[in-house]
C-alpha cells in the first residue's frame, strides 16, 4: 500500500533552518570557531547533503540543527520551533517526536529483533506506530523477512537498513543520517542510500546527510559546502564528479579519492 507523499516541496516549508549559527569550542588560545555565521534551510521533502574537508563544521552542523548539541549564538529552528530556549525535557521530547537519525554505527540493541529495534524509539515514547506508514517502510527498505532475527543474525547492510526504518517509524519531520554508509561496503552503502533518496522522492520524507563520499552525496538533491565553518557553496542536482571537483578546489591540493578522507 503506498502513502501519498507530502506536499510541502510544493509549499516550499521548510524542516529545518539554521540562522547566523556559531559554535565556539574552548576559549582562549585554544578557542576554535567550529561554525561562523551559518545561514541555511533544510527544505521539505529534499534530500540535502552537506559536504566539506575534514574539520570544515559539518558534523557540529548537523548537531546542532538536529538539537544534540548546543550553540554560541544565533538560531536554529526545527518545523516551526526554536530550539534556543528550550529546556532539557521539550528538547527531548521534540527530537524523539519530530527527528530520525542514522548513525555511522548502526546503533541496534542486540537483544531485540529487528522488529524489536525498528519500534523501539515510539515504544518508549508510548507511540503507537501507524501501521500502515511501517508497513510501507518496512517494505521499502526489503526487511519483510527478516524482522524476526537479531542484530548478530543480519549482515552490516540489513543491519543499517534496520536503522533507516526505526528513523521512518514516526514518520518524523526531519532525518539526519552521519556518514551512514561509512561502515557499509560500496554495494551495501548504494542500497540505504537508494532508501534514503526512496523515502523523499515516493514518501516525502525529509532527509539530512553528512558524508565526505562524492558518490553518497550524489544520491542527495542539493550538496550544501562547509569550509572553515562557513557554507560556501551549494550545487543542485549534483553528480557525483561535479561534487568531486568542488571538493577537489575546496581542498586545494588534497588528494580526492573515493572512501578516504579529504
Ligand atoms: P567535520 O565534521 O567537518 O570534520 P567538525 O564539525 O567535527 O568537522 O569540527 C569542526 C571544528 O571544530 C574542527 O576544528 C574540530 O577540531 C573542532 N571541534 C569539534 N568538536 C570539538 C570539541 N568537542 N572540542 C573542541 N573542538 C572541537
Known amino acids: ?21 556559531t559554535k565556539v569550542y574552548g576559549g582562549g588560545e585554544t578557542q576554535v570557531v567550529a561554525l561562523d555565521q551559518v545561514t541555511a534551510d533544510f527544505p521539505a521533502s529534499r534530500f540535502t547533503a552537506i559536504m566539506g574537508p575534514s574539520g570544515s563544521g559539518k558534523s557540529t552542523l548537523m548537531h546542532c540543527v538536529a538539537g544534540l548539541d548546543d ?32 548513525f555511522q554505527a548502526f546503533n541496534l540493541l542486540p537483544t531485540l529483533t529487528a522488529a524489536e529495534n525498528i519500534t523501539l524509539p515510539m515504544d518508549i515514547a508510548g507511540r503507537r506506530p501507524d501501521p500502515e506508514w511501517l508497513d510501507t517502510v518496512i517494505s521499502m527498505v526489503g526487511l519483510g523477512d527478516r524482522l524476526r532475527h537479531r542484530p548478530a ?38 542500497e540505504v542510500l537508494g532508501f534514503l533518496r526512496n523515502s523523499v ?6 532527509v539530512v546527510m553528512v558524508t565526505h563520499d562524492p558518490v553518497a552525496a550524489s544520491y542527495a538533491d542539493r550538496v550544501l559546502f562547509l569550509a572553515d565553518g562557513r557554507v560556501v557553496d551549494e550545487l543542485p542536482g549534483p553528480t557525483a564528479d561535479a561534487v568531486l571537483d568542488r571538493m577537489r578546489s575546496l581542498s586545494g591540493d588534497a588528494p580526492a579519492f573515493r572512501g578516504h578522507r579529504l
Open 71 to 102: 550553540f554560541t549564538s544565533g538560531s536554529v529552528r526545527i518545523g516551526d520551533t526554536e530550539l534556543s530556549g528550550l529546556g532539557d525535557k521539550r528538547l527531548t521530547r521534540l527530537r524523539r517526536d519530530h527527528v530520525g537519525f542514522v
Open 153 to 190: 543474525q543480519l549482515s552490516g547492510g540489513q543491519q543499517q537498513r534496520v536503522a533507516v526504518a526505526r528513523a521512518l517509524a514516526s514518520r518524523p519531520g526531519i532525518v539526519f543520517g552521519d556518514e551512514p554508509t561509512g561502515n557499509l561496503d560500496s554495494r551495501a552503502g548504494a
Open 201 to 206: 522522492r515516493e514518501l516525502g520524507q525529509t
Open 1 to 21: 500500500m503506498t502513502v501519498p507523499a507530502r506536499s510541502a516541496t510544493a509549499t516550499g516549508a521548510v524542516a529545518a533552518r539554521a540562522d547566523n549559527l
